[in-house]
């Protein structure tokens, strides 16, 4: 299947501070891509959806302002959390979708810990 | 919101089969069943989907029932790195939106 990556895999940051993570597919280019957040012993909840060029489109209750999603290029998109607080702290993963097939392939996930 | 509903968690001993049940009774004509795995602090792994046809791969078989309200997904000899929470998600196939349930936390016992 096809390789999504995600930088970094782990990061702590003190309260007030923004973040930033990258999603990158590597082997196929991914006009579509996902944010998911993964509290502990709970299921994967879409934050939101990007189209390569385009806005984002958000989910309910997720704060578009809060949580920037930007997806430029076929292989990048960044995901990034402003004035994180402590329950920011969760499990971040992205996926992408495109051409031939237009499944989801999943990147390793983020580890974000806000102190 | 999530269209499926699968038991919360299932033993299997190793070696043998390893059956996980779905239901997905408001499916739409267009959707696809989908399965994935996500092992502890990993992200989701893409196993096997389908429309309405049985499929088989390395990984998996995937049944559908004939009205397509349920599926399962067989692991033929389940061994120990098989321990992971398997979701089933229907959607159509265009990169669309996965929403996820809660899943089945499937335990491989030696």
């Known amino acids: 299947g096809a390789v999504v990556s995600q930088h970094p895999s782990w990061v702590i940051c003190k309260s007030g501070t923004s973040v930033k993570i990258e999603c990158r597919s590597l082997d196929f280019q991914a006009t579509t891509m996902f944010w998911y957040r993964q509290f502990p012993k709970q299921s994967l909840m879409l934050m939101a959806t990007s189209n390569e060029g385009s806005k984002a489109t958000y989910e309910q209750g997720v704060e578009k302002d809060k949580f920037l999603i930007n997806h430029a290029s076929l292989t990048l998109s960044t995901l990034t959390v402003t004035s994180a607080h402590p329950e920011d702290s969760s499990f971040y993963i992205c996926s992408g979708s495109g051409q031939p097939s237009y499944e989801q392939y999943f990147g390793p996930g983020t580890r974000l810990t806000v102190t | 919101d999530a269209k499926t509903t699968q038991p919360p968690s299932m033993d299997c001993a190793e070696g043998r089969a390893a059956n996980l049940p779905c239901n997905h009774s408001t499916i739409s004509g267009n959707e696809y069943v989908y399965w994935y795995r996500q092992i502890h602090s990993q992200g989701p792994q893409y196993i096997i989907h389908?429309?309405?046809n049985n499929e088989t791969n390395e990984m998996a078989s995937l049944i559908i029932t004939e009205d397509r309200k349920s599926s399962t997904l067989i692991l033929p000899h389940a061994t120990l790195r098989d321990t992971a929470v398997y979701y089933c998600?229907?959607?159509?196939?265009?990169?669309?939106?996965?929403?996820f349930g809660t899943g089945t936390s499937l335990t491989v016992i030696p």
């Open positions: 389908g429309l309405k």
């Open positions: 998600i229907v959607a159509p196939n265009t990169g669309n939106q996965f929403y």
